[in-house]
């Protein structure tokens, strides 16, 4: 069954209030953190990644950080897609604007995808989900980069040996304001410090630790 869209009239007021509570309830949320839960659906056209991801919840009643799972977990699929590599992690990332969120009778919106290898052996997941982002600026209606979410199933890379720029600088370097990921990177390959140096850069970081196990699982070639 695919979520009631469009919701009805105020749905994501009461949504709002909830994720109040909710965010409240989270030790590393603080005062305004509070976003309304503008996690919609990415459309009912937009079925791919998402129907793939089973993803549908109850219609109208998502708290922000359902939303945030939501996203995430979408994330973690699109990660199965990666050419499994013996010296990288296989990563998903995805775009969203949830700026739609603060109106009632809009969705928040995919905006872009990437995973580890897409494109070029040397890709990284967030890194062509930048690429593609940038693309859409130029093919259609820009899109402040600041309401955009950026999620990953793995923190973002401070270090990395296939190109010279790192992830965690092409995101602060994007402008994206926000990023979601589920498991911090393990000291296999680098000393990963990306949600530090973001949070320094004053991005909004979190992260969903009660997806890490399935992030671990895609990646457990590189962990045994
Ligand atoms: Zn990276």
Redesign the pocket.
């Known amino acids: 069954m695919r979520r009631r869209w469009p919701p009805p009239p105020g749905w994501w007021r009461r949504s709002s209030r909830r994720a109040d509570r909710a965010v409240a309830a989270d030790g590393r949320a603080g005062p305004g953190r509070q976003e309304p839960a503008g996690g919609g659906p990415a459309g009912a056209e937009r079925a791919g990644p998402e129907a793939a991801a089973g993803l549908e919840t109850a219609a109208g009643l998502e708290t922000a950080a359902g939303a945030d799972e939501r996203w995430l977990r979408m994330a973690v699929e699109i990660s199965r897609r990666c050419p499994p590599s013996p010296s990288a992690f296989s ?1 998903g990332a995805v775009l969203v604007d949830r700026s739609a969120g603060l109106a009632a009778d809009a969705s928040a919106r995919v905006l872009a995808t990437g995973y580890s290898r897409e494109l070029d052996p040397r890709d ?4 062509v989900a930048l690429r593609r982002l940038a693309q859409h600026a130029q093919d259609g209606p820009p899109v402040p980069a600041g309401s955009l979410t950026l999620y990953s199933s793995l923190e ?2 401070s270090a ?1 040996a296939s190109r010279p720029r ?3 600088e ?1 995101i602060i370097e994007a402008g994206i304001r926000r990023v979601v990921f589920a498991w911090r990177e393990p000291e296999v390959f680098v000393d990963c410090e ?1 949600a530090e140096i973001m949070r320094r850069a004053g991005l909004d970081v979190v992260e969903v630790p009660s997806l890490a196990a399935a992030v671990r699982a895609v990646n457990a070639h590189l962990l045994a």
């Open positions: 990563v990284h997941a967030e890194e973002p890379c990395r790192t992830c965690t092409l990306g």
